[in-house]
């Protein structure tokens, strides 16, 4: 029976391996096989179903959060009571809410009873009956009231269109907008300073599950109304790997942040594919040969070699303006991560005029250090980017910087709002730099439109890369250090 069941999920758990696949999650055949295999071994239950899957498909623990995402939207709970009737269970490890809670005051709160939580009255809510109700089921902590609240605010919307799917956010802004959230919000902040920590903590957790739960429900409503394109949608926005810098929203940073951490530490410790001699290590044939020769042909003393860390020097030049700060502070985080690998390190950042960092990054951690870097740093003038005159400035104030022994990076968008660029001072830096290197976080179908002027500056540069995603920026990275 067991057999039978599984052959008719066959298509639907590789259609969800190739969602996983498309949102960044690695996952091999052998897994695929392995993942089938256990599932003739356990008993059809939608909790063992998920465990099942997890535990085969997932081998890092940062893809958790995406599997638990795809999961809910693939084997829905109707799925699974087409299979088993009178499953009832909730996925482990989801953020929906838990289920078990008092029923009737569940549908009290879902409908609004009227006695001053913002009850129904004539037909129409009160001002602020939508944000009562939110603080209530927030209090109460039940599924069912929420389910309903978030439906409301969907409902709200009126019918999706295909706007919806491709401005995801600002659609959830408008059914928060409805639902009266911040109200909502800034009541439960208010009962907070006389309610006892343990019931804090408790809202705390509920409007994290209401969060989740209207993400949740608003996915699956897209899915319901666009199908496979809905999916397309979601999968590529939540594969950091491929996901445009300037579209990651603040949780996808913080994540994004880590990752980089992790791969600076790695590319650290890589040397260089240099060779010198050595006392010990991997034998030198060639050597060992030459000394041979001196001994009748016998190689009676071994010589050995090994890899030699590289130091290089570096300058870094950081654009902060705009959507391209975001693609900068993750490289500064990424160049503080490996100093150590560098023999010297001197950072910069610029809008329209210049200002050396290094010294917030001898002295702070990174975080701190880009705190400081925004409070304090003197980098704008009047709020536009002018590499002409930036360039300029770098050179007049910092050109004992640039040595034949530095390799100088660039990030930044090249647009110019239409100001002139120094080439001059550019022309300079590249004649005394061992090589320069530009990395441009658009997609090289937008360079050299409108204000770019990236063909400008590319000439007098050794290479110039499009850097725009987590994919690109450790190819580049491991090209470059």
């Known amino acids: 029976?067991?057999?039978?069941?599984?052959?008719?999920?066959?298509?639907?758990?590789?259609?969800?391996?190739?969602?996983?696949?498309?949102?960044?999650?690695?996952?091999?055949?052998?897994?695929?096989?392995?993942?089938?295999?256990?599932?003739?071994?356990?008993?059809?239950?939608?909790e063992i179903f998920y465990i099942t899957l997890q535990a085969t498909l997932v081998k890092a623990p940062r893809d958790l959060a995406v599997f638990d995402k795809l999961f809910q939207l693939v084997f829905q709970r109707d799925f699974f009571m087409q299979e088993q009737t009178g499953?009832?269970?909730s996925k482990p490890g989801s953020g929906a809410p838990c289920q078990g809670r008092d029923k009737e005051s569940a549908e009290g709160l879902s409908k609004g009873d009227g006695t001053g939580t913002g009850g129904a009255r004539n037909g129409k809510y009160r001002p602020g009956a939508?944000?009562?109700?939110?603080?209530?089921?927030?209090?109460?902590?039940?599924?069912?009231?929420?389910?309903?609240?978030?439906?409301?605010?969907?409902?709200?919307l009126g019918p999706l269109t295909e706007e919806h799917l491709l401005n995801q956010q600002d659609a959830l802004r408008v059914i928060k907008v409805f639902l009266e959230w911040k109200t909502g919000e800034w009541e439960l902040e208010k009962l907070a300073g006389g309610a006892e920590e343990q019931d804090i903590l408790a809202w705390q957790q509920s409007l994290q599950e209401l969060e989740e739960l209207l993400q949740l429900r608003w996915e699956q409503a897209l899915l319901s109304n666009f199908g496979d394109r809905a999916m397309e949608v979601i999968t590529e926005r939540i594969?950091?790997?491929?996901?445009?810098?300037?579209?990651?929203?603040?949780?996808?940073?913080?994540?994004m942040k880590a990752i980089i951490t992790r791969l600076a530490h790695k590319l650290a410790t890589r040397v260089s594919r240099r060779y010198v001699r050595a006392k010990s290590g991997q034998p030198d044939l060639a050597r060992t040969m030459r000394k041979a020769m001196a001994t009748g042909g016998i190689p009676v003393f071994l010589a050995f070699r090994r890899k030699k860390p590289a130091k290089p020097e570096l300058v870094v030049f950081c654009d902060l303006s705009g959507s391209v700060a975001v693609f900068s502070e993750f490289m500064?985080?990424?160049?503080?991560?490996?100093?150590?690998?560098?023999?010297?390190?001197?950072?910069?950042?610029?809008?329209?005029?210049?200002?050396?960092i290094s010294p917030y990054f001898s002295r702070l951690e990174i975080e701190d250090a880009l705190?400081?870097?925004?409070?304090?740093?003197?980098?704008?003038k009047t709020g536009f980017s002018h590499y002409g005159e930036?360039?300029?400035?770098?050179?007049?104030?910092?050109?004992?910087?640039?040595?034949?022994?530095?390799?100088?990076?660039?990030?930044?968008?090249?647009?110019?709002?239409?100001?002139?660029?120094?080439?001059?001072?550019w022309l300079r830096i590249r004649e005394r730099a061992k090589k320069v290197i530009w990395l441009n976080p658009e997609p090289v179908g937008r360079w050299n439109k409108e204000d770019s002027i990236m063909d400008t500056f590319a000439p007098a540069c050794?290479?110039?890369?499009?850097?725009?995603?987590?994919?690109?920026?450790?190819?580049?990275?491991r090209n470059l250090f």
């Not at 391996?17 to 392995?34: F, H, K, N, P, Y």
């Not at 705190?371 to 704008?380: D, G, M, P």
């Not at 007049?396 to 990076?409: E, F, G, W």
């Open 87 to 89: 499953e009832t269970g």
């Open 390 to 425: 930036t360039i300029q400035a770098f050179w007049q104030l910092y050109s004992d910087a640039v040595t034949r022994n530095t390799t100088v990076i660039v990030l930044g968008d090249a647009r110019n709002n239409y100001q002139k660029p120094d080439l001059e001072s």
């Open 332 to 356: 500064l985080q990424l160049v503080y991560s490996m100093q150590q690998k560098f023999r010297h390190v001197r950072s910069f950042v610029f809008v329209d005029t210049i200002e050396e």
């Open 239 to 255: 594969n950091l790997q491929e996901l445009d810098f300037y579209r990651l929203n603040h949780n996808q940073i913080a994540e």
């Open 130 to 156: 939508m944000a009562q109700r939110m603080v209530q089921l927030i209090q109460a902590g039940s599924p069912e009231a929420m389910l309903d609240f978030v439906g409301e605010g969907i409902a709200g």
């Open 1 to 46: 029976m067991v057999s039978s069941k599984l052959m008719s999920m066959e298509s639907t758990v590789l259609y969800f391996v190739r969602q996983l696949r498309r949102s960044g999650v690695r996952v091999t055949l052998a897994e695929i096989l392995d993942c089938f295999q256990a599932l003739t071994l356990v008993e059809w239950d939608r």
């Open 462 to 477: 050794s290479q110039v890369m499009e850097c725009r995603n987590l994919t690109q920026l450790e190819q580049v990275t």
């Open 371 to 380: 705190v400081q870097v925004y409070n304090q740093a003197k980098f704008s």
